[in-house]
């Protein structure tokens, strides 16, 4: 993978992928020029402009960047819940309009979804139930979801009786039991502690690997995005728009635990901080200028 980096007219870094292109026909997600433009009262503030990227059927592709660049809304643009100020997002093909959310994609946010008075079982075939699907057979996927997920005996207890890790995993089995092609995450293990983090990420990956959705999640960890993705997109601070696009090339599968070890892992990070860390730099330089 060859990422070659140009200077825009601000000075900043402006990516250009010089790696493996993405063909029409591989592509799920495809973000052209994608601009968000938030009102206030007395001016107009973009969060985000000419952002650009796809990403490949089964791919799994974190987004980072700068606090408050526009991370999040990307991501929900992309899942139909804010519409673009420009630009425009396909989804396998299909234009995506707002508050229409394409077939086949699942969300799962930053704070878990279950639902308390549901036990685990029944919030995992909560979604399944609503689609119709007759009672044995959501008995049947519910509980090979279980098992694929470490969960066995665990069907009857209620969320409150569960670590976060563990109300974390079934948010995502959640998703998992309706069978999406795209699932979302918007920092799914920000809250969790590092050796729980870690449990979750290796469980992700085996999930993942099983079912091969693809993935686009938003993270603020570094470590994270490199040790579980195929590419990492670096994000500008405000208005956001893509400076680097870099590929994991590290083979698969890999172990979580032992990963950060490796010498192409502190070398692809190395890559990315060089651009993160000057960004992160340059947000800090503004808001310094701002406060005077």
């Not at 870099?246 to 990070?269: G, K, L, M």
């Amino acid at each position: 993978m060859i990422t070659a980096l140009a200077e825009d007219r601000t000075g900043l870094p402006e990516a250009k992928f010089t790696g493996t292109r993405s063909t029409a026909e591989s592509r799920m997600i495809d973000v052209a020029r994608l601009a968000k433009v938030y009102l206030t009262r007395t001016k107009k503030v973009w969060a985000v402009r000419d952002a650009t990227f796809a990403v490949r059927r089964g791919e799994f592709v974190s987004l980072v960047g700068p606090s408050g660049c526009g991370k999040s809304t990307i991501l929900n643009m992309i899942a139909s819940f804010l519409a673009p100020t420009d630009g425009e997002i396909r989804v396998n093909g299909k234009l995506v309009k707002e508050g229409v959310i394409p077939e086949g994609l699942g969300y799962i946010f930053q704070k878990d979804t279950v639902l308390p008075w549901y036990t685990v079982r029944s919030n995992i075939g909560l979604g399944l139930w609503y689609r119709g699907m007759p009672t044995r057979k959501i008995d049947e996927k519910v509980e090979s979801l279980l098992q694929l997920a470490g969960l066995q005996g665990y069907g009857d207890v209620f969320p409150h009786q569960l670590s976060g890790g563990m109300r974390q995993r079934v948010a995502l089995l959640m998703t998992l039991a309706c069978e999406p092609q795209i699932v979302l995450l918007d920092e799914p293990f920000g809250a969790l502690d590092t050796h729980t983090k870690v449990l979750l990420h290796r469980e992700l990956l085996e999930l993942w690997g099983k079912l091969g959705q693809t993935i686009v999640m938003v993270t603020h960890d570094l470590d994270e995005a490199v040790s579980l993705s195929d590419r990492v997109i670096v994000l500008s601070s405000p208005p956001s728009h893509v400076i680097l696009d870099h590929r994991v090339d590290i083979s698969r599968p890999r172990d979580v635990f032992t990963i950060r070890e490796t010498e192409a892992f502190a070398e692809h990070s190395q890559i990315i901080w060089r651009v993160l860390g000057r960004e992160f730099k340059h947000t800090d330089m503004i808001s310094e200028i701002v406060a005077q």
